[in-house]
């Protein structure tokens, strides 16, 4: 496994490489990751995951600075899942200037996560973008958890007329449903022990329990609930009576800790 810190040298070793499937990270990986990568296997003869903390998609009062770095672990992740190259540029390297050009994503971009986390969306794609041109692959893949941001970067392909296909991993749960993510290790014991009812609840609205509910049951069980919306799976719209592709998304905070996760129904 080759690891590439810069454009160029990415460009080069990549350049006699075939059909590149492709999985961008911010790293500390998990095992929600390495079924990405293996989606990724499955598509292309190559894989290239990148790893780099983007500035751009945190809000001053996010966790930009405490985001867990363990490259080291992930370097050892990667090589014995069969990884080819793992790209991991310097900030300097992906931000050499202020990047003043970026990336508009659609109004809903705004709505669900984008209402408490203005200004992600618009940093998610810039990057994505970036490292689409960097890799430039024939598919990258994209875990459905962060489901807004699989239908945003769809979006972008279709519209910016990219050659890559994007491929949808499912979610990777804990035993006890916790959806996996790199934030659950800020969790104390005893916020990880209740960290799974956000999926239980969201799986109670899919049984018919009204969003208002999952909100206040949350609310009951200490959480600060940011929302609980059923949305139109396509395209995150809102869902009208009668529609039958649905997917229930929530977010909440659980002490310093925010998660997100959704079902779809
Ligand atoms: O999902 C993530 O880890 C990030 O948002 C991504 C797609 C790597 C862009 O920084």
Redesign the pocket.
């Known amino acids: 496994m080759e690891i590439l810190r810069d454009i160029g040298a990415l460009r080069g070793a990549l350049a006699a490489a075939g059909p590149v499937g492709f999985v961008?990270?911010?790293g500390n990986l998990h095992e929600g990751h390495l079924s990405l990568v293996r989606l990724a296997r499955r598509e292309a003869r190559t894989v290239v995951v990148?790893i780099?903390v983007?500035r751009l998609?945190f809000l001053p009062s996010e966790d930009f600075d405490r985001y867990p770095r363990t490259f080291e672990r992930d370097r050892l992740l990667l090589e014995a899942a069969g990884v080819e190259f793992v790209f991991a540029p310097d900030e300097l390297t992906l931000y050499p200037e202020p990047q003043t050009y970026r990336v508009q994503p659609p109004p809903m971009a705004g709505e669900l996560e984008g209402r408490f986390r203005p200004g992600f969306f618009e940093g998610?794609s810039t990057?994505?973008l970036k490292l689409f041109n960097c890799v430039q692959p024939a598919c990258a893949v994209?875990?459905k958890k962060?489901y807004q941001?699989l239908v945003i970067v769809r979006g972008m392909v279709r519209q910016l007329d990219l050659p890559i296909a994007v491929v949808a991993g499912d979610t990777t749960r804990e035993a006890d449903g916790l959806a996996m993510s790199s934030r659950n290790r800020y969790l104390s014991a005893d916020e990880r022990r209740e960290a799974p009812r956000l999926y239980r609840v969201l799986k109670n609205v899919k049984q018919g329990l009204a969003p208002e509910h999952g909100v206040r049951e949350l609310a009951r069980a200490g959480w600060q609930p940011d929302y609980i919306e059923v949305r139109r799976k396509g395209d995150l719209s809102l869902s009208q009576p009668g529609d039958t592709e649905l997917i229930v998304l929530g977010a909440a905070r659980l002490g310093a800790t925010r998660l997100i996760d959704n079902v779809e129904f």
């Open positions: 961008p990270t911010m990148s780099f983007n998609q998610v990057v994505v994209f875990g962060d941001q």
